[in-house]
């Protein structure tokens, strides 16, 4: 079946430092990927995403490339700020799946102190 | 900013009693899904709607049922709440499946 992994958290990261979060896939279809972010409190929102190999997605500073050949999705951002600490969700959609679920990571929290 | 509405967004109740979350949308997406998000699992899939008085069960859909009788309501009801449903709720709704999901802001449930 699809799943999806992200590395665990909490990542902690000074300002203007680079960040990765990696996450990887197993898919038996043609998926799209997300990566979404959820701030304290809130609801889940999109990031980014890409929906077919090789596609790069970019939002905000951060970019994911999709990367068939590895089953990737890595989140990177060049600079981060304070407001980038949240919990970020890697995700896939699948074709084959007529209702078109989501299947989550289990999230990465990342921490940026100044 | 998508439309979508959950009520409400905070509630304590005691177990055993039943309990109706709602979740509301102005787009008029296909898709909508109730998860329930617990720290050290993510989001975990409760019940889904793909339209009008369809639905089908998620991955945690034991003590949970769903109507969904408009296209823009889809209700979560516990007929007899437990502890082990407090937890925070998120409606979600999808138009196809390379568009984005669009979240609620939530609803932390409390069952004493």
């Known amino acids: 079946g699809n799943s999806v992994t992200q590395m665990e958290g909490p990542v902690t990261l000074s300002e203007e430092a680079f960040l990765t979060i990696n996450c990887t896939y197993t898919?038996?279809?043609?998926?799209?990927l997300f990566w979404y972010v959820q701030y304290p409190g809130e609801g889940l929102q999109l990031l980014l995403k890409?929906?077919?190999a090789d596609d790069k997605g970019s939002n905000k500073g951060f970019e994911a490339t999709y990367r068939k050949e590895t089953t990737s999705f890595h989140l990177e951002k060049g600079s981060v700020q304070v407001s980038d600490s949240a919990v970020y969700f890697c995700?896939?959609?699948?074709?084959?799946?007529?209702?078109?679920?989501?299947?989550w990571g289990a999230g990465t929290k990342l921490i940026i102190k100044p | 900013d998508a439309g979508i509405t959950q009520s409400p967004r905070h509630k304590v109740t005691e177990t055993g009693t039943p309990v109706t979350l709602r979740c509301h949308q102005t787009?008029?997406?296909?898709?909508m899904y109730w998860y329930r998000q617990d720290p050290g699992h993510g989001l975990r899939l409760i019940h889904y709607?793909?339209?009008?008085?369809?639905?089908d069960k998620g991955e945690v859909s034991d003590g949970y049922s769903v109507s969904r009788s408009k296209t823009e309501d889809f209700l979560l009801t516990l007929e007899s709440a437990t502890s082990s449903q407090t937890s925070v709720y998120f409606c979600?709704?999808?138009?196809?499946?390379?568009?984005?999901?669009?979240f609620g802001q939530g609803t932390r449930l409390t069952v004493v």
């Open positions: 890409a929906t077919k």
């Open positions: 979600a709704i999808k138009e196809s499946m390379n568009t984005e999901a669009f």
């Open positions: 709607s793909y339209g009008v008085k369809d639905t």
């Open positions: 787009e008029n997406h296909r898709y």
């Open positions: 898919a038996t279809g043609y998926p799209s």
């Open positions: 995700a896939l959609s699948d074709l084959r799946d007529s209702n078109y679920q989501l299947i």
